[in-house]
């Protein structure tokens, strides 16, 4: 339900660093409810010594990657 109302958008690309954000924004416009425990509840790991990332596998664009993160910010109003 979640990913049909607030799907990942495909004019984003190259989006990491952002793109959770971009998804609670429109969650919580739709009407979901977003809650911050007081406490870790789960957690991931972050390191990726274990493999490699996709920055390291695709070739880089850093312009459509600013391109990117400049939508997201006019999303947030910033």
């Given at each position: 339900a979640v990913l049909q109302q607030a799907p990942y958008r495909a004019d984003l690309p190259f989006l990491f660093f952002g793109e959770?954000?971009?998804?609670?924004?429109?969650?919580?416009?739709?009407g979901w409810d977003v809650f911050a425990p007081p406490s870790t509840v789960v957690y991931h790991l972050w390191s990726?010594?274990?493999?490699?990332?996709?920055?390291?596998?695709?070739?880089?664009k850093p312009e459509v990657k600013a391109a990117s993160q400049h939508k997201v910010l006019q999303l947030l109003g910033a």
């Open positions: 959770e954000i971009d998804v609670l924004v429109r969650m919580w416009t739709r990726r010594q274990h493999r490699p990332t996709f920055s390291q596998e695709v070739p880089q």
